[in-house]
């Protein structure tokens, strides 16, 4: 059976949802790979992180990092806080982090700085960008004291400074999903901004394209189907920069969207920094046969490759290209950084302290076993060590002093 021929579902549970897909592909005709992803994830009723909230963590669908352990967002903490410094220490310093979950890792970033770090707390403003309404009630359960002082905020729209003129992508709807779109308009900002997304990008719906074509969904004979159609100029000039075109049977995802919210993140910063931790790969890993075709779906820590099983009811996520995301970041004057995995990053920053971050609440010999286990699977490969790796834009900070956190000198000799 030809790929274009392929049911690819005979049942969906989610029946409001499916009829919501069949409805929008009766108005509009076949509707791109990327948009049926963002009606499965981000749809205001039905979609995967819009009706609730209980897919986090070890007890659903997938957990982070930040559900491992405190000292994840501890250690960060301690990273933020230098960059600070490496900023010169503003009096005043503005963080963002898109797609924040239940916001552990934000609670846990500004229990430390308050309580490690007070300087850098006082100067410290937490923006968290949340459209799930779900999600928003979460937050602020989580973050209910900072949410009340102001420490933190709920915004819906990435900054702007006063002098940010540059003509920004085309947002359309297949290329930023609604929970990354604009809604409001934030006030403008010139105070330094950090940007940390933590198993952000990979969530932002891709294209997929195969020899056949660019990848679409129709419906036929009362069910869903792939059908391909001629691929988009944005799509083929995609791979030809950042990726590489399918061989016969093979499928590749172009991550417009991706490439699209960094390209804009990075217009909204004046002076600071980008950091992104996820899976992914660069075009030399491509080129050499790995990361091709890498949608997977997360269902109650099951794995599957079958985007269509669960709509609604799955997360699906598709490899990060991390060639791609630098170079969006230098279109808009930022400068990228060598690639590190999360081990090396997060045992640069704890080797300085010998992680004491970590141990600092222990206070029986247990509870420092049980804290090395959790510490151990966030740095070793047999954990999340070597499956993360840690992207890092600057702008308008010298590129070594960036160079010279402790984020990205494991392994350097000490000055």
């Known amino acids: 059976m030809s790929l274009n021929q392929k049911f690819v579902s005979q049942t969906i549970p989610t029946q409001n949802l499916r009829q919501k897909i069949e409805q929008e592909i009766a108005k509009r005709g076949p509707i791109p790979f990327s948009r049926y992803i963002e009606l499965c994830l981000y749809d205001a009723e039905l979609g995967y992180y819009s009706r609730n909230a209980e897919q986090f963590g070890k007890a659903g669908d997938f957990y982070t990092s930040s559900d491992v352990h405190a000292v994840f967002g501890r250690l960060l903490a301690r990273q933020f806080e230098e960059i600070w410094r490496t900023l010169g220490s503003p009096p005043q310093i503005e963080f963002l982090e898109p797609g924040p979950g239940r916001g552990l890792f934000a609670r846990d ?17 937490y923006s968290l960008l949340e459209r799930s309404p779900a999600l928003q009630s979460r937050l602020q359960e989580t973050l209910g004291r900072f949410l009340a002082t102001g420490k933190s905020s709920l915004v819906s729209d990435l900054p702007r400074h006063s002098g940010q003129r ?15 779109r604009d809604d409001k308009k934030v006030s403008s900002l010139d105070r330094p901004l ?3 997304a933590n198993e952000f990008f990979d969530a932002l ?14 419906f ?60 992914g790969y660069t075009r030399e890993e491509q080129l050499s046969g790995r990361h091709r075709g890498t949608i997977t ?3 109650q820590h099951s794995v599957s490759t079958n985007p269509y099983e669960a709509p609604g009811e799955q997360d699906i996520t598709a490899h990060v290209n991390f060639t791609a995301l630098a170079a969006a970041a230098a279109q808009r004057g930022m400068d990228p950084h060598p690639l590190v995995t999360q081990s090396q990053f997060l045992l640069g920053i704890g080797e300085g302290n010998e992680f004491a971050d970590a141990f600092d609440e222990c206070r029986v010999p247990q509870e420092r076993a049980k804290v ?10 047999a954990g999340l060590g070597e499956t993360f790796h840690v992207l890092i834009a ?8 960036v160079q010279r956190l402790s984020g990205l000198s494991f392994g350097k000799e000490k000055p």
Do not use: C
């Not at 600057?394 to 002093?401: A, F, V």
């Open 372 to 381: 090395a286990l959790q510490l151990k699977h966030l740095v070793t490969p």
């Open 297 to 299: 779906a997360y269902r």
């Open 109 to 125: 970033v500004l229990d430390w700085s308050e309580k490690r770090f007070p300087e850098f707390f006082a100067a410290l403003h």
């Open 194 to 196: 950090i940007v940390f």
């Open 394 to 401: 600057s702008k308008r900070i010298d590129p070594g002093s």
């Open 205 to 218: 719906p891709p294209e997929v394209l195969s020899e056949q074509g660019q990848l679409y969904i129709t």
């Open 166 to 180: 540059e003509s920004l992508p085309p947002q359309s709807e297949t290329q930023i999903p609604r929970s990354a």
């Open 220 to 279: 036929a004979n009362g069910r869903l189907t792939e059908t391909w159609l001629p691929p988009s100029a944005p799509a083929l000039e995609f791979l030809d920069r950042y990726s590489v075109h399918p061989e016969p049977g093979e499928r590749i995802e172009a991550p417009l969207a991706a490439q699209t919210y960094m390209e804009r993140t990075a217009a909204a910063i004046h002076r600071g920094i980008v950091i992104g931790i996820d899976y």
